[in-house]
C-alpha cells in the first residue's frame, strides 16, 4: 500500500470515527458519563482510603466503624449508579436534541427504570433459607448490574417521550391565567404517562410470559458476555484501539 493510499484511508477512518462520534446517542451517553465522573472517583477514593490507608492508622474495632464510612460512599455511588446514569442519559439526550424541558425526561427515565424492575425478590434469611419479600429496591438492581439497563432505559423512554410529545393530538391546553410551567406540564401529561405505561407492558410481558425482568434478562444475555470479551486480550486491544481513533477524530475536529 502506497503512502497516498495509507493518507486515504486514515482519512476516510477518520472521517467515519468523526461522524460515528457525533452521533447524538453516542453524544449523550459520553456527556452523561463526564457528568457522573465525580462519583465514580469519589467511589474509587472510598475505596482506597478504606483498604489503604485506615488498614495502617486504625485498630481492628475501629476500622470495622470506619468501615460504614466507606459503604455510606458506596451507597451513594456506586450502588445507585444504574439510576441516576439512567435519569442522566434522559437529560443529556433531551437536551442535545433541542428539547426546552430536559427535566421532564430525568423524571421519565427514572420511572422507566423503575417500573422495568422486579417487583418480588428472594432473599435470604437468618436461616438460611430463601424467602420472597415485595416492595423493596435493592442496590443489586439500582448499581453498577443495572447499568445496561439504564443506558438503553433511558434512551428508549427519552426517544419515546420527544416523539410523542411532538403528536398535536395527545397535548393538553388547560388555557387560561396560569404559569407557563403548569400549562407545559399538562401539554405534555399524556405523552409523558404513555411512555411509562409502555415500559409497564414491556415489564409485564417478560414476567408473565418469560418469568423474568430487564435486568436480569441484560445481565444474562447481554452483560456477562460483554464482561467476558473486555476482560479478554482481544477485547482489550480492540476498545484501547477504538479509544486511540476516537481521540485521534475529536483532536482533528477541533
Request: charged share 15%; hydrophobic share 45%; glycine share 6%.
Amino acid at each position: 500500500m502506497t503512502e497516498t493510499n495509507k493518507r486515504s484511508f486514515m482519512d476516510k477512518f477518520t472521517e467515519a470515527a468523526m461522524k460515528f462520534g457525533a452521533q447524538v446517542h453516542l453524544r449523550s451517553l459520553r456527556d452523561a458519563f463526564a457528568i457522573m465522573m465525580p462519583l465514580f472517583i469519589l467511589a474509587g477514593l472510598a475505596v482506597l482510603i478504606n483498604s489503604v490507608v485506615f488498614p495502617k492508622i486504625l485498630s481492628e474495632s475501629a476500622l470495622q466503624t470506619a468501615g460504614y464510612w466507606a459503604n455510606s460512599i458506596a451507597n451513594a455511588t456506586l450502588n445507585v449508579s444504574g439510576l441516576i446514569l439512567c435519569g442522566i442519559i434522559g437529560y443529556t439526550l433531551s437536551k442535545n436534541k433541542g428539547y426546552k424541558s430536559p427535566y421532564t425526561c430525568v423524571m421519565i427515565a427514572i420511572a422507566a427504570l423503575i417500573v422495568m424492575m422486579p417487583q418480588t425478590l428472594k432473599i435470604a434469611a437468618t436461616d438460611g433459607t430463601e424467602v420472597e419479600v415485595g416492595g423493596i429496591l435493592t442496590y443489586g438492581n439500582l448499581g453498577t448490574s443495572s447499568m445496561f439497563a439504564g443506558i438503553i432505559v433511558g434512551l428508549l423512554s427519552t426517544e419515546i417521550y420527544l416523539r410523542l410529545s411532538k403528536i398535536d393530538k395527545l397535548r393538553v391546553n388547560i388555557g387560561g391565567d396560569v404559569p407557563p410551567q403548569v400549562n407545559a406540564s399538562f401539554n405534555n401529561m399524556i405523552p409523558a404517562m404513555l411512555s411509562v405505561i409502555i415500559f409497564s407492558i414491556v415489564s409485564f410481558i417478560l414476567y408473565s410470559v418469560f418469568n423474568t425482568d430487564l435486568i436480569t434478562l441484560i445481565t444474562t444475555m447481554i452483560q456477562e458476555p460483554l464482561r467476558k470479551v473486555n476482560t479478554s486480550l482481544v477485547g482489550t486491544v480492540l476498545i484501547y484501539s477504538l479509544e486511540t481513533y476516537y481521540s485521534h477524530s475529536e483532536y482533528i475536529k477541533q
